[in-house]
């Protein structure tokens, strides 16, 4: 079983006040945790702090009672996939698509060394199952937000970490495939990799229900299962707009909605 675990984490970006302070969290094997929160609350960086990416202001990140810090960067992306938020802006990487993927071997490899016949055929297998295959010798530049989006997953899922930290994963997919990504999450999760995303759907953290955080105004922190996160008043409160969670007469499904009311008044 693998454990990530954060105690009293704070963080300040220089000559700033501090976005968090005594943030508690931890992830294991076959969970997956949700975190929500408005927009410039910190998420992003809480991610970065969990991937041993940022160094906390104060506050221990532990992977199996090991520090993080300790751990060298390939042995860190030997446990822990980090897929950081997409970027509006044309990334300029030059690798094609399917090379860019491939990088997700290098902490498996030696250095200079090159993917195995197996990485390639897996790699493959990935590719077609998210509809990449025709477009795998394009530049990765080149090809659209979303589908660098799926390829960034690909590339997350070849390194064949045990915990998955993904920043927004389905922030330019079309219904389908925040679906698809989704699905794969919480098959993932079954197969026994803990997995740790943002969101700005609570439903998708609905669908999910598993552990739920949100991140507020202030640095406010709240933990613990979907069901008791998830609720009209906690969600209210967190993005300071009225919201309903309500059930689903036909399948007893939860679904959170702004009412017409609130939407007809809001200025
Ligand atoms: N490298 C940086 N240096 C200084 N300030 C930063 C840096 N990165 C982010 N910030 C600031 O820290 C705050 C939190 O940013 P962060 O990206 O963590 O928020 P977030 O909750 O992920 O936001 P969003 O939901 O919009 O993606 C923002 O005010 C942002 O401007």
Not at 6 to 12: I, P, R, V
Not at 155 to 178: K, M, Y
Not at 229 to 255: C, E, M, R
Request: proline share 5%.
């Amino acid at each position: 079983m693998t454990q990530l675990i954060a105690t009293d984490l704070s963080f300040h970006y220089a000559d700033t006040q501090s976005l968090f302070t005594g943030i508690n969290f931890q992830l294991h094997s076959g969970q997956i945790h949700c975190i929500l929160g408005p927009n410039g609350v910190g998420k992003s960086t809480l991610l970065n702090c969990l991937a041993g990416v940022y160094r906390p202001t104060a506050g221990t990140v532990t992977l199996n009672g090991h520090s993080l810090r300790r751990l060298s960067p390939a042995q860190r992306s030997r446990k822990i996939a980090y897929v950081p938020q997409m970027s509006s802006e044309r990334t300029p990487v030059t690798f094609s698509l399917r090379d860019y993927v491939l990088l997700g071997r290098a902490p498996h490899l030696s250095l200079l060394a090159a993917p195995t016949a197996k990485d390639r055929s897996r790699a493959e297998a990935l590719l077609a199952r998210f509809n990449l295959s025709s477009c795998a010798q394009q530049s990765y530049a080149a090809v659209s937000g979303g589908q660098q989006q799926l390829a960034s997953i690909v590339r997350a899922l070849l390194q064949e970490p045990e915990l998955i930290i993904f920043d927004e994963p389905t922030s330019a997919l079309d219904v389908a495939n925040q679906v698809r990504v989704l699905k794969l999450i919480q098959k993932l999760a079954q197969t026994g990799y803990g997995i740790v995303l943002t969101t700005h759907d609570p439903n998708q953290a609905l669908l999910l229900n598993d552990q739920v955080s949100t991140l507020a105004q202030n640095g406010q922190w709240q933990s613990g299962p979907a069901a008791k996160i998830l609720t009209s008043s906690h969600l209210s409160d967190v993005y300071q707009l009225p919201l309903n969670v309500v059930t689903l007469p036909a399948t007893q499904q939860k679904t959170c909605i702004v009412d017409q009311t609130v939407f007809r008044r809001f200025s």
